[in-house]
């Protein structure tokens, strides 16, 4: 199993990178008692060559490969695609995502268009000093999801401004332990072969609006490539959701995909 966690803190010994680093601990002391090899990388995204987003389309036009910031994007992009799992972690600034986090999404934009991480798991990590998690999660999990992650879940932790490695062991290690455990079964049984609800309706929407494409666009080539424009087409990935679950969320999908075209 190949896990890759990007840190979205420029804090190398922040609250984010070292609750990200014990829950790669944890992944490691897993699969070794498992008995599986774990192959595990932690990226700083702040640390990164990633310059902000031109806003120039030519990564949605003509490919990411006609960026014309020539910088780390691809690079991180490669490891992302060969990894099994990714971990995300954030800090709340001003109750979102750090800069660093947003640049970096900002710059994948052009996956939410042709959705390359259907297979991969996620899991999502905020930390925060004292206030509410959810908007910076929502941000994150809005973005993986539509880059095709089948997000195990997400959590956030209260840190304060520096919160010292005992006492965050203290406090969070058992947690930490139990996402692992969560991440590590839902990484190795392929929990993403079964896509919730919203994720089947979700595709079924992207798939009417790219049924109805421009037929000389890459997007529509893209979506036409991997078979996904065909009508019988009901995920990115072959899956195992049951009957009664597509049907209606393909139903559901239908009936939105007509009011919002
Ligand atoms: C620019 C900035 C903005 C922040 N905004 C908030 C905030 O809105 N609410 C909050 O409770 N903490 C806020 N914090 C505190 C951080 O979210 C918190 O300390 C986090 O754990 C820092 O992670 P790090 O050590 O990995 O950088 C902010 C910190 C900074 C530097």
């Not at 030519?58 to 490919?63: A, E, I, K, S």
């Not at 424009?229 to 899956?239: A, K, L, V």
């Amino acid at each position: 199993m190949n896990v890759l966690t990007l840190v979205g803190s420029y804090r190398r010994n922040g609250n984010t990178g070292r609750l990200l680093a014990m829950l790669q601990a944890e992944l490691k002391a897993i699969a070794y008692r498992e008995g599986h090899p774990l192959r595990s990388e932690t990226l700083f995204l702040g640390h990164q060559d990633l310059r902000p987003c031109r806003g120039c389309r030519l990564c949605f036009d003509r490919g990411e490969g006609h960026c014309p910031l020539k910088d780390d994007l691809l690079a991180v992009k490669e490891k992302m695609r060969a990894a099994d799992a990714v971990i995300l972690g954030s800090p709340v600034y001003v109750n979102d995502v750090s800069g660093i986090v947003k640049n970096w999404i900002d710059r994948l934009a052009h996956v939410c268009h042709r959705p390359e991480f259907a297979g991969k798991c996620a899991y999502l990590i905020a930390t925060v000093g004292d206030s509410p998690t959810s908007h910076t999660l929502r941000t994150m999990n809005i973005a993986l999801s539509t880059w095709g992650f089948h997000i195990v879940g997400q959590r956030g932790f209260q840190t304060g401004a520096l919160m010292k490695p005992p006492l965050l062991a203290e406090r969070y290690q058992a947690e930490i332990e139990g996402i692992a455990r969560k991440l590590y079964i839902a990484t190795r049984e392929r929990h993403f072969t079964n896509p919730s609800f919203l994720s089947l309706m979700t595709f079924r929407i992207q798939q009417n609006a790219y049924q109805r494409a421009a037929r000389d666009t890459l997007d529509y080539a893209y979506w036409k490539g991997h078979g996904w424009t065909n009508p019988d087409s009901e995920f990115f990935i072959r899956h195992d959701a049951s009957r009664a679950k597509v049907t209606l969320a393909r139903l559901a999908g239908g009936v939105i995909a007509k009011y919002v075209s």
